[in-house]
């Protein structure tokens, strides 16, 4: 019996019961679970401080404002929350850089690791707009919803993860 | 539903969902990473898995009529390309948009610069939007998903599929099984390729 101490459970238990989030998901706000669109809401908000122009582009307007994009800001918020209260209470902590990196870079500097980790970043979610999807709505999401251009993109993101991770060290 | 109470319930939602990341280890970078150069497979299980339960549930759904689909357009050019990017960023962060989050909530420190880098990207390409939009977001397949190009009803292939990726989990677990991939600290580290493959460098100089 899985318990709330452990440091893992089953990835075929917690798979699934992800994969239960969708009915809340579907029947209590009428969308599917997704992760990046939040990133467009928190990122314009912020810039419409100093150039409130940006409300301007549609793009931007539609993730403003709305149940539907705050919920997903305050999903994100708790997923920071969820995994903060799991690790505390299995004592699985982790601080400063995951012990791979120095594998997959060959170097212990934090800089490097810090620099990386920003333009990965920044590519993860450019890549996830212009898709309009990542890993939770066009994998977790779209692939359950058999939804043909999430097929295409989960296997394109798969590939650019492939080919990326080659050019780094076997970890 | 107002603001707040969507906000609420994201917030719980998103409890649960950042809880089940980290029981699954799948937020850890060495297993991302470990996973896109095909070593640790404990990142397809925990996704495969999730498809599978969705399928089940949104089959439901459906079936009872309960709820419709929320699928995304297909837009052929913008899915690829924006996945290739996604991919590749997804390896250089060790992380996915999701899981981003839950990296700071456990506090590895890398993961704060991933989360600007992820709202700067994000608000690139806002600012892009309107120069893109006719070169890569128009035009497509609509909101086309695999029961209609089959002719088949949503629940049953639904149904279907689920219990092929099922049946596909199981071989996953025979051939690598997900203890062994858990790693000596639960973050999906494996022993360094060169312990088990001891002498190759020497074989090879030798050959060369």
Not at chain 1, 28 to 50: K, P, Q, R, Y
Not at chain 2, 166 to 179: D, H, K, N
């Amino acid at each position: 019996m899985p318990a709330l101490t452990d440091r893992a459970w089953s990835p075929y238990l917690a798979g699934a019961l992800l994969g239960l989030l969708q009915i809340p998901a579907f029947l209590l706000i009428g969308t599917a679970l997704g992760a990046s669109s939040s990133f467009v809401t928190v990122s314009a908000t912020l810039a419409a401080w100093v150039d409130p122009a940006i409300q301007q582009i549609d793009y931007a307007a539609k993730h403003l404002s709305g149940a539907k994009n705050w919920w997903q800001v305050a999903l994100v918020v708790g997923i920071a929350l969820g995994a903060f209260l799991s690790s505390r209470l299995s004592g699985a902590r982790r601080a400063g850089i995951a012990p791979v990196w120095e594998r997959a870079l060959g170097t212990k500097s934090p800089a490097t690791r810090f620099l990386l980790a920003f333009l990965g970043g920044f590519l993860m979610l450019a890549g996830a707009r212009i898709a309009d999807g990542c890993t939770s709505g066009h994998g977790l999401s779209g692939m359950a919803q058999l939804a043909v251009g999430s097929f295409v993109a989960i296997a394109a993101t798969f590939a650019g993860g492939i080919a990326m991770a080659h050019l780094l060290r076997r970890v | 539903m107002s603001v707040l109470s969507a906000v609420l319930l994201g917030l719980a939602m998103g409890v649960v969902f950042g809880f089940l990341l980290e029981k699954s280890r799948v937020f850890e970078p060495a297993v991302i990473l470990g996973q896109l150069q095909l070593r640790n497979f404990l990142m397809l299980k925990i996704f495969l898995s999730g498809v599978a339960a969705g399928l089940v549930v949104i089959g439901a759904l459906v079936a009872t009529g309960l709820s419709g689909l929320h699928p995304k357009a297909t837009l052929w050019t913008a899915d690829i390309v924006g996945g290739l990017i996604l991919g590749a960023g997804i390896a250089l962060a060790g992380a996915c948009p999701g899981t981003t989050l839950a990296q700071v909530g456990v506090g590895y420190k890398d993961a704060r610069f991933t989360l600007a880098g992820g709202l700067l990207g994000a608000l690139t390409f806002t600012y892009l939007e309107p120069t893109l939009r006719p070169v890569l977001l128009e035009g497509g397949a609509g909101k086309l998903t695999l029961d209609k190009v089959l002719g088949i009803p949503f629940p049953w292939l639904a149904f279907g599929f689920a219990a092929l990726l099922v049946v596909g989990l199981v071989a996953l677990e025979r051939w690598r099984p997900w203890r062994e991939e858990i790693g000596a600290n639960a973050d999906g580290l494996l022993p360094p390729p060169e312990s088990t493959a001891p002498a190759v460098p020497t074989a090879a100089s030798g050959r060369a």
